[in-house]
C-alpha cells in the first residue's frame, strides 16, 4: 500500500516538474484583439471614450484634455489601431448647424492628439451632428450629455 501512495506521489510530481519545463503558451498579439476588448483596455486606461462639450461649444474643457491625453497615450501604445473621432451634437440646433458644430469638435479633439504625437493616418473625423443621440429627453441634462465626441476604435 505504502510502495503504491510512493509510486504515485512519484508521478505527480514528475507532471509538475513537466509541467514546470513546458514553455508558457504565446501571449495574444495585441492585434490580434477583439474590438470590444480593445475599446474596454481604451475605456479604462483614459477614464472614458467620450469627452463632453458645453452648449455650442467646440472648446475643450480641462476635464476633456484629461481624457484627451490619456487617449493619446493608449494610442500612441497601441499604433496598429485606427480611430474614428466622432462628434455629437444636441437636438436643439438644425441639421446644418449641428453637423458643423459637430465637425468642429471632432476635429478639436482630433488636433488635440495629433499635437501629442497621434499620427494622423490613424485617426479620422465623423461628424454626426443630432443624428445619434446618446439620450433622447429634451431638457439641459440630456442635451448636454449629447454634446460630445466618441473614440470608436477600427481595426
Do not use: C
Not at 504565446?26 to 477583439?34: G, K, L, R
Not at 470590444?36 to 483614459?46: G, H, I, T
Amino acid at each position: 500500500m505504502m510502495r503504491a501512495m510512493l509510486m504515485i506521489l512519484g508521478l505527480a510530481m514528475a507532471s509538475a516538474a513537466e509541467a514546470q519545463r513546458r514553455p508558457p503558451p504565446p501571449p495574444i498579439a495585441p492585434h490580434m484583439m477583439s474590438l470590444p476588448v480593445l475599446e474596454a483596455d481604451l475605456r479604462a486606461k483614459a477614464g472614458s471614450n467620450i469627452v463632453q462639450f458645453e452648449r455650442d461649444s467646440y472648446v475643450l474643457t480641462p476635464q476633456a484634455q484629461l481624457i484627451l491625453d490619456r487617449q493619446a497615450a493608449w494610442l500612441l501604445a497601441n499604433p496598429w489601431v485606427r480611430a474614428s473621432i466622432e462628434g455629437h451634437a444636441d437636438t436643439r440646433q438644425t441639421r446644418d448647424y449641428a453637423l458643423a458644430l459637430a465637425e468642429r469638435r471632432a476635429a478639436a479633439a482630433r488636433n488635440f492628439l495629433l499635437a501629442r504625437g497621434v499620427p494622423l493616418q490613424q485617426l479620422a473625423i465623423v461628424s454626426w451632428g443630432r443624428e445619434r443621440p446618446v439620450v433622447e429627453a429634451a431638457h439641459e441634462a440630456t442635451w448636454l450629455q449629447n454634446s460630445r465626441v466618441v473614440t470608436v476604435l477600427k481595426q
